[in-house]
């Protein structure tokens, strides 16, 4: 629908206002003339009610007179007089009887005819009129009137007709005004045509025509001046652009036969021929396969002038006359060649790159590095266009380099050496001696890219030409590229063969590693099986050397390893294989014994060896080496149960004292097993409260007979396991020590120390020290002190109560750090002692500086005495040495009287043992204690 309507509307200006104007008239006409209609509607209908009303009361009157009387005639008379003239159609009288007098209007042929539809409403709008006639108050009859609705709807009908013809008569005339006065003024705007003047304006324009012709006529003012001014600006520019033309193009101008009638500087320039000796020639003879055409001509041509050969991009242009015939050509060339040579320097770089990719394929392949050489001479002499390559490897130590692969040399100088020192000269020796090799030693030209392969030079990459040439950068970065594939092509082979190293041999000592000792176990058990011989593996653990690494550091662990393994090395036979297993685990394969006891010389060389002290950042350090042995085929059948039946034989080793070898026996098995419960059930007896303390007391050597009083307790810990009771401490604190449960549970040991010496504090007035022994574990820790002190302050006891007890094996790990340690304690009021003094290497030097209170004689020593001279001698020398530094002496293993009396005799200070006391609950001590205070009492 909306479309119709952009369809039937006008064209031009003058329709569509006069179309707005005519609906407009329309709109506002229909809308008046509806409201007048209704006005006249309703008033005339209101009024033919008023009239028929007032005439009803005037006949009423007349009829009651007549009605009074009887006279109906009268009656009859005076209705039929009432229907003249009236907008009745009949009138009626009823009387009280019932008899009716009615007369009916004479029917009006005249009448303009109405709708029916107005015929009803009017009918609807009006109501009969009924009069009731009486007299002297008695009621005659009733007087009924009935309108004329046709009457009345023609009546209303004829004025709407004319009303309506007036109406469309005066809106016709003034249509026709309008149209013809909007026709006269929009006729000024057919002036706003372009003008080379300005347009005129009539006087009857209006005000808005007025103003649009005259901004017609400044904008086209401006225009003109505008485009003059382009116009000469286009002109300026075309010579301009001929000009330039002139300066960046070789042109020329051609006949119609194709000789060159005129030429501009550039062409003479390009040429280096004079203007006369171009024109008149022909075109042709410039280059390309142009022949005179009527349509433009482009292509590339090879222009030959005095500077040489030039590549041209031409295009010929016909100029053709008025009678459309070629009147002469325009040729315009563009010098291309540096275009053309950056195009085959792309496709000569894009060839190189390919020939690189090809390479770097074949590195990433992992074949031979051979056929890797081989291609990558043949792709250098293809990349740069010669017929020789070669590359060279570097012996940097002999000073020499060695052909790998070439392209184009003789067979026989594979793998032949010559002279090439490092430096610059080793370029040029190089080249001399290759180019001697090839036949052009005084002429030729050569580049090389040095193969770099983890900083170091591995070789070169070469190649040589027989001319004189100049090689330039892109060629010499192509030949880099090969090189760099080589250099990580070797560089990945050494990584594989590194790897496939470190999968067999430890990169720490050089040794075989636990999978490749797995491997030689394995040859050396089917060597043994098909001789019929044995074949035996040695489990080595170092001892304590896992103080060493937590207290000096990694970097001395890995020293001491390394010189174990080359010590183990140096007491094996020449077929016997030694490895690392890991950490400080070592072991050796022993693949042909005779016997099981051939292997006992091996592995006592072996402990003597590595009981010997280590130097490590100039000091001194004492391991020693527990060696557990087994056999094939008694002790397993297989490598796997073979090297498990060695490493519980080392375990055995170890609960012996360390420091010795053992062999594999079957009861070793229940040991291990009970080593792993008793290691898994440790790590619950902390928090299940299963440790306990007992205390041995130590007394003093009085100068007469017997003994003196208590003069303090040792602090010893005790272990009562749920369902196997008190566990034998040798059984539990080795593990304790292996497994780092030391820590907390000897800090435990210190709190449950300083809980007990609260207790007796709180009962006797006077209380005895006690002594903790600390582990080499303890001892590494760089927090013991600050523990300690914390300790001791929340147990609110006397700092000199307590008393540590350390070997001097221990102390002399690493001496500096002990000092420090104990230097820490001794400042916060502590005690320290040396226990089992003599059994280890302690320096005097680092003796004298360290702070202590006493020196503990190890029971070696006491045990023999007093019949052996030479512990008898050792003993007082000790209890001299001590004295001599103010410290005290106290004996350990005492047991007998005759210990007790020379002890005395040599002047030692305090005696401990079964003899004055065996480790007791710390009831007992209290016992003790009482007693002895009841006695002094």
């Given at each position: 629908m909306l479309r119709l309507a952009w369809r039937l509307l006008p064209r031009s200006l003058a329709g569509r206002v006069f179309i707005l104007f005519a609906l407009?008239?329309?709109?506002?006409?229909?809308?008046?003339?509806?409201?007048?209609?209704?006005?006249?509607?309703?008033?005339?209908?209101?009024?033919?009610q008023d009239a028929a009303n007032t005439l009803v009361e005037v006949a009423a009157q007349a009829v009651e007179d007549s009605a009074l009387i009887g006279d109906y005639d009268t009656v009859k008379r005076t209705l039929a007089t009432m229907m003249l003239q009236s907008p009745f159609a009949s009138a009626a009288f009823i009387d009280m009887n019932g008899g009716v007098i009615r007369v009916e209007a004479r029917r009006d042929a005249s009448l303009y005819p109405a709708p029916a539809w107005l015929v009803a409403h009017v009918g609807g709008e009006l109501y009969d009129v009924n009069r009731v006639v009486a007299a002297g108050g008695k009621d005659y009859g009733v007087l009924r009137l009935h309108f004329d609705e046709r009457r009345l709807a023609s009546q209303l009908w004829l004025l709407l007709v004319q009303s309506a013809c007036l109406a469309a008569v005066v809106l016709a005339i003034s249509l026709a005004v309008a149209r013809a006065l909007l026709a006269r003024w929009l006729r000024n705007l057919d002036n706003l045509r372009f003008h080379d003047a300005a347009a005129p304006i009539r006087p009857d324009a209006p005000l808005e025509i007025r103003e649009a012709i005259k901004a017609m006529n400044r904008s086209a003012a401006s225009m003109r001046d505008e485009y003059g001014q382009r116009i000469a600006s286009l002109m300026n520019s075309l010579v301009q652009h001929k000009s330039a033309l002139d300066q960046a193009a070789i042109v020329s101008e051609v006949d119609r036969e194709g000789f060159v009638t005129a030429v501009n500087d550039e062409f003479v320039r390009q040429s280096g021929y004079p203007r006369e000796q171009l024109v008149g020639r022909a075109l042709a003879l410039a280059g390309g396969g142009w022949s005179p055409a009527t349509t433009v001509w482009r292509g590339e041509v090879a222009f030959r002038g005095e500077g040489g050969e030039r590549q041209w991009y031409r295009t010929i242009v016909p100029i053709f006359d008025a009678a459309k015939n070629v009147d002469k050509y325009i040729c315009i060339d563009f010098d291309i060649s540096e275009r053309k040579e950056f195009e085959s320097a792309i496709v000569r770089n894009a060839m190189r790159q390919g020939l690189i990719a090809r390479l770097g394929r074949k590195a990433l392949e992992a074949g031979p590095l051979v056929e890797l050489f081989e291609m990558a001479a043949r792709l250098a002499c293809d990349g740069l266009g010669v017929r020789h390559a070669a590359l060279f490897a570097f012996d940097l130590e002999a000073g020499s380099a060695c052909l790998q692969a070439s392209r184009g040399f003789p067979a026989n100088t594979r793998a032949l050496p010559f002279p090439c020192p490092a430096g610059s000269a080793a370029g040029e020796t190089l080249t001399r001696w290759t180019t001697g090799l090839l036949g052009f030693e005084d002429a030729g030209s050569s580049i090389d890219a040095v193969v770099v392969c983890a900083g170091r030079p591995f070789g070169a990459l070469a190649v040589y030409a027989p001319e004189a040439r100049t090689f330039q950068e892109d060629e010499d970065a192509f030949l880099n590229g090969l090189g760099n594939i080589l250099a990580t092509a070797v560089e990945r082979e050494d990584a594989r063969n590194r790897l496939t190293y470190l999968a067999q041999f430890d990169a720490l000592t050089g040794l075989p590693n636990r999978h490749r000792l797995g491997l030689c176990l394995e040859e050396a058990i089917a060597g043994a099986a098909e001789s019929r011989r044995r074949a035996g593996v040695m489990f080595i653990d170092l001892d304590r050397f896992k103080s060493v690494n937590d207290m000096l550091g990694h970097s001395v662990g890995d020293e001491?390893?390394?010189?174990?393994g080359r010590r183990l090395q140096d007491c094996v036979r020449t077929l016997d294989v030694v490895a690392r297993l890991g950490g400080d685990e070592f072991a050796v394969v022993l693949p042909q014994l005779g016997t099981s006891s051939e292997a006992e010389p091996i592995a006592r060389r072996i402990v003597e060896a590595l009981a010997q002290p280590f130097l490590l950042q100039g000091q001194q350090l004492y391991v020693s080496a527990s060696v557990g042995i087994a056999a094939y085929p008694d002790d397993g059948m297989d490598a796997a149960t073979l090297l498990k039946s060695a490493d519980t034989a080392m375990y055995g080793a170890k609960q012996n004292g360390r420091n010795n070898y053992q062999f594999y026996l079957?009861?070793?098995?229940?040991?291990?097993?009970?080593?792993?419960?008793?290691?898994?059930?440790?790590?619950?007896?902390?928090?299940?409260?299963?440790?306990?303390?007992?205390?041995?007391?130590?007394?003093?050597?009085?100068?007469?007979?017997?003994?003196?009083?208590?003069?303090?307790?040792?602090?010893?810990?005790?272990?009562?396991?749920?369902?196997?009771?008190?566990?034998?401490?040798?059984?539990?604190?080795?593990?304790?020590?292996?497994?780092?449960?030391?820590?907390?549970?000897?800090?435990?040991?210190?709190?449950?120390?300083?809980r007990q010496l609260g207790a007796w504090s709180s009962a006797w007035a006077s209380v005895p020290p006690v002594a903790i022994n600390l582990s080499a574990r303890q001892l590494g820790h760089a927090g013991l002190p600050d523990t300690v002190r914390a300790i001791v302050e929340a147990a609110g006891v006397d700092p000199s109560l307590l008393e540590f007890e350390l070997t001097e094996s221990m102390l002399m790990l690493d001496p500096e750090a002990a000092v420090r340690i104990l230097t820490d304690l001794k400042r916060q009021g502590m005690r320290l002692s040396v226990d089992d003094f003599g059994t280890g290497y302690s320096s005097l030097a680092y003796l004298k500086r360290f702070p202590l209170d006493a020196l503990k004689i190890d029971r070696t020593f006491v045990r023999d005495l007093p019949g052996d001279s030479d512990d008898a001698a050792i003993t007082k020398a000790v209890i001299s040495l001590a004295h001599s530094l103010n410290l005290k002496v106290v004996a350990e293993g005492v047991e007998t009287i005759a210990h007790l009396d020379a002890l005395r005799a040599f002047g030692c200070d305090e005696i401990q043992g079964y003899y004055v006391g065996r480790p007791v609950p710390a009831a007992q001590c209290a016992a003790l204690m009482a007693e002895e205070s009841m006695a002094v009492a």
């Open positions: 407009s008239m329309l709109v506002f006409g229909g809308v008046g003339m509806g409201m007048f209609y209704r006005h006249q509607y309703l008033q005339h209908i209101e009024e033919t001491l390893l390394a010189q174990a079957a009861e070793m098995n229940a040991n291990a097993a009970l080593r792993l419960q008793t290691e898994h059930q440790l790590h619950l007896a902390l928090e299940r409260g299963e440790f306990e303390l007992h205390y041995q007391p130590k007394v003093k050597l009085a100068t007469g007979a017997g003994m003196g009083k208590i003069s303090g307790f040792e602090a010893l810990l005790r272990w009562r396991h749920p369902e196997r009771g008190l566990v034998a401490p040798f059984e539990f604190i080795s593990i304790l020590e292996e497994t780092g449960l030391i820590l907390p549970v000897g800090e435990w040991v210190i709190a449950e120390v300083c």
